[in-house]
């Protein structure tokens, strides 16, 4: 495929938001909380819910500082992937296994992101493994779907272990692939 990542990012934005739509009748749902507010917020609240919709952050940032805190420069599929817009984390499915997508509901949560990015590449730097950024949760707390720095490949990787498996060649097609669900 030829699709960049944000290209299938916001794709499988209007994928998800369609499956709720025709799961729920309602754009996605999230709890309320009062001391969490993101620009995806949308509506009143109603019974410690809010609506949201993912939304294209104007500019993108970037994640520069990231990059001279590590001497390294990340491969653009991750700068694209957490730097095109905030969202929730998405809850979806790839070949049978339940996953989600991590996202920045607001700036603080970008900044905590952040944080745990650089101690997830300092972990992989002491334990001399390739450098990658997790994009992804799994249901076993100790795997993760990560894109390989030096070639954007998504993979499937355990923490400490390093690579279990290539997922995909790159993140647009690894979204591409992705069905949304929704999680109670």
Not at 6 to 15: G, K, S
Not at 153 to 169: C, M, N, P, R, S
Request: charged letters at 20%.
């Amino acid at each position: 495929m030829n699709h960049t990542t944000q290209t299938q990012l916001f794709d499988f934005f209007e994928r998800f938001k369609a499956h709720w739509q025709t799961q729920k009748k309602s754009l996605p749902q999230a709890i309320f909380e009062p001391q969490w507010i993101s620009p995806c917020q949308i509506g009143e609240v109603e019974n410690q819910l809010i609506f949201w919709s993912p939304i294209k952050r104007e500019p993108a940032l970037d994640m520069s500082n990231i990059e001279q805190a590590l001497d390294i420069k990340l491969h653009p599929s991750i700068v694209d992937f957490f730097c095109s817009a905030y969202s929730a984390g998405l809850p979806a499915v790839y070949q049978d296994h339940p996953i989600e997508l991590i996202q920045a509901w607001n700036d603080e949560d970008f900044n905590l992101l952040q944080e745990n990015m650089l101690a997830h590449f300092m972990m992989q730097k002491r334990l001399k493994q390739p450098a990658s950024m997790f994009i992804a949760s799994c249901s076993d707390e100790m795997q993760i779907v990560s894109v390989l720095n030096a070639t954007g490949e998504v993979q499937l990787e355990t923490l400490g272990k390093g690579q279990e498996a290539i997922l995909a060649e790159n993140l647009a097609d690894f979204l591409a692939t992705l069905t949304p669900v929704i999680i109670e």
